[in-house]
Every structure is written in structure tokens, then in C-alpha cells.
Nanobody, 124 residues
């Protein structure tokens, strides 16, 4: 069964950190660009960050630049999102998605597989 599984979400105080993981099973991520998305209550889903299949290219939404870092370990078939200096407005369900796109680009559209999400709550 082909699937992506997110983990690492939870409750954290403002200013804190979390690291999300996106693990693939049933297929290799080597040929996939990966995107992280989030959806807050009452808001549309938005692209947060993405990374190319070879890891050479990354992109960040303006709202998370300088605070979030995306990385990947293809040997572990896993992509990570390190989130620092978290703010209450980062509260959302975070999803990862895979896009069959081999090379040095990534995008927030045309995703082939989606995970079910992990909840991040930033609150004191």
C-alpha cells in the first residue's frame, strides 16, 4: 500500500520548536519532490515548504521563512520539517504530499500522494 505518514505534531508553547516527519511506505521518495502544507480552522490549505527530489532546491512561504527548515533523508525515505520560533498562527493540521518530479524543482500543485496530517497546536 502506497502511503505517506506524518508524525511529530503536538502542543507547544509560543517560541517553541517541533520537528515533523513524513515517512513513505510502499514506494521510494527518490523521484518525488515533497511539499508540506497546512490548514488552520476556517482557512484554506496553504503550501508551507517544499523540497526537490534531490534536495538541492527548497522553497518556503513568506510566513515561515527563517523559522522553518525542510530537509530529506532519502536513505530513510523520510522528509522533515523543523519548525522553530513557533507562533500561535502556526496552529494547523500539517500535511505532507509527494509529487513525481525528479530533478531540482518543487511546487505546491500536482501532488500525487497525500498523508492524513498531524496536528500542531501552538498555545500557552
Amino acid at each position: 500500500q502506497l502511503q505517506l505518514v506524518e508524525s511529530g505534531g503536538g502542543l507547544v508553547q509560543p517560541g517553541g520548536s517541533l520537528r515533523l516527519s513524513c515517512a513513505a511506505s510502499g514506494f521510494t521518495l527518490d523521484y518525488y519532490a515533497i511539499g508540506w502544507f497546512r490548514q488552520a480552522p476556517g482557512k484554506e490549505r496553504e503550501g508551507v515548504s517544499c523540497i526537490s527530489s534531490r534536495g538541492g532546491s527548497t522553497n518556503y512561504a513568506d510566513s515561515v521563512k527563517g523559522r522553518f527548515t525542510i530537509s530529506r533523508d532519502n536513505a530513510k525515505n523520510t522528509v522533515y520539517l523543523q519548525m522553530n520560533s513557533l507562533k500561535p498562527e502556526d496552529t494547523a493540521i500539517y500535511y505532507c504530499a509527494a509529487d513525481l518530479r525528479y530533478g531540482d524543482s518543487c511546487a505546491y500543485y500536482g501532488m500525487d500522494f497525500w498523508g492524513k496530517g498531524t496536528l500542531v497546536t501552538v498555545s500557552s
